[in-house]
């Protein structure tokens, strides 16, 4: 990087135009104010570093945003860089660390759904927009793994995945009247399921609930529940 120092419009076009010739149009041009510095950026290692980390910082807003469970050494693995650089960066764009950021998501659910109540939800609740979409994130523990594989039994991606579904229906009792899971990967001991749910489509009684659910952002499960609202009157007492 080369920096110079600038005092008149003058000065900035010979500078300018000596420079052009020199470099052949490999030079980017940050400031042109009289009084001021002008830093040149030259060659396309530079660029292409600058250029990198901006995208990364994107990229790890987003995940955060979307994940919020991920911690400084996961997204070090992510993005292939050390867990200084992702410190760094988090700084950069004032995202506190994993502790406080669960904190905050914690203090932002303060509502319960309607139809299910206690710790008939599977998963913890982060975000609750009834009568639209919902986000549960369930971190996997032994207790819920095969001792063999120490892989995540089925039924609690399900459970996860089909709790919410029903928690994001507007009605005070819901029910599920039909499933079409798949299961994409085996998840592991260790691992933080991220399930979000929207309602597709809604016709009278009936909700039809689309479930992802990732690690990672890599999709380990999908299914779409058919939800059917039921009148209280038929619910036995």
Same mark, same amino acid.
């Given at each position: 990087?080369?920096?110079?120092?600038?005092?008149?419009?003058?000065?900035?076009?010979?500078?300018?135009?000596?420079?052009?010739?020199?470099?052949?149009?490999?030079?980017?041009?940050?400031?042109?104010?009289?009084?001021?510095?002008?830093?040149?950026?030259?060659?396309?290692?530079?660029?292409?570093?600058?250029?990198?980390?901006?995208?990364?910082?994107?990229?790890? @807003?987003?995940? $955060?945003?979307?994940?919020?469970?991920? &911690?400084?050494?996961? +997204?070090?693995? /992510?993005?292939? #860089? =050390?867990?200084?650089?992702?410190?760094?960066?988090?700084?950069?764009?004032?995202?506190?660390?994993?502790?406080?950021?669960?904190?905050?998501?914690?203090?932002?659910?303060?509502?319960?759904?309607?139809?299910?109540?206690?710790?008939?939800?599977?998963?913890?609740?982060?975000?609750?927009?009834?009568?639209?979409?919902?986000?549960?994130?369930?971190?996997?523990?032994?207790?819920?793994?095969?001792?063999?594989?120490?892989?995540?039994?089925?039924?609690?991606?399900?459970?996860? @995945?089909?709790? $919410?579904?029903?928690?994001?229906?507007? &009605?005070?009792?819901? +029910?599920?009247? /039909?499933?079409? #899971? =798949?299961?994409?990967?085996?998840?592991?001991?260790?691992?933080?399921?991220?399930?979000?749910?929207?309602?597709?489509?809604?016709?009278?009684?009936?909700?039809?609930?689309?479930?992802?659910?990732?690690?990672?952002?890599?999709?380990?499960?999908?299914?779409?529940?058919?939800?059917?609202?039921?009148?209280?009157?038929?619910?036995?007492?």
């Amino acid at each position: 990087m080369t920096i110079l120092q600038i005092s008149s419009l003058t000065q900035i076009r010979a500078c300018f135009f000596s420079l052009y010739l020199q470099i052949q149009k490999r030079c980017f041009i940050l400031f042109l104010v009289p009084g001021t510095k002008v830093f040149l950026f030259v060659g396309e290692d530079v660029v292409g570093e600058v250029v990198g980390k901006v995208e990364r910082q994107r990229r790890l @807003a987003r995940y $955060l945003n979307s994940d919020p469970f991920l &911690t400084d050494e996961d +997204l070090a693995q /992510i993005f292939k #860089v =050390s867990i200084q650089t992702i410190r760094l960066d988090r700084l950069d764009l004032r995202i506190p660390e994993q502790k406080e950021r669960l904190i905050s998501v914690a203090k932002g659910v303060g509502f319960q759904p309607r139809t299910l109540t206690g710790k008939e939800l599977v998963g913890e609740l982060v975000d609750l927009d009834v009568g639209n979409s919902g986000i549960s994130i369930l971190p996997v523990t032994t207790e819920m793994t095969l001792k063999k594989t120490r892989y995540l039994r089925g039924h609690h991606l399900f459970a996860q @995945a089909n709790s $919410l579904a029903v928690a994001i229906v507007d &009605t005070e009792v819901a +029910l599920t009247g /039909i499933a079409r #899971v =798949s299961y994409k990967r085996p998840v592991v001991c260790g691992e933080k399921v991220l399930a979000k749910a929207v309602i597709k489509v809604k016709k009278g009684n009936k909700y039809m609930v689309k479930v992802t659910s990732q690690v990672r952002n890599e999709v380990v499960f999908q299914g779409r529940f058919l939800i059917f609202a039921m009148p209280e009157e038929v619910v036995p007492q």
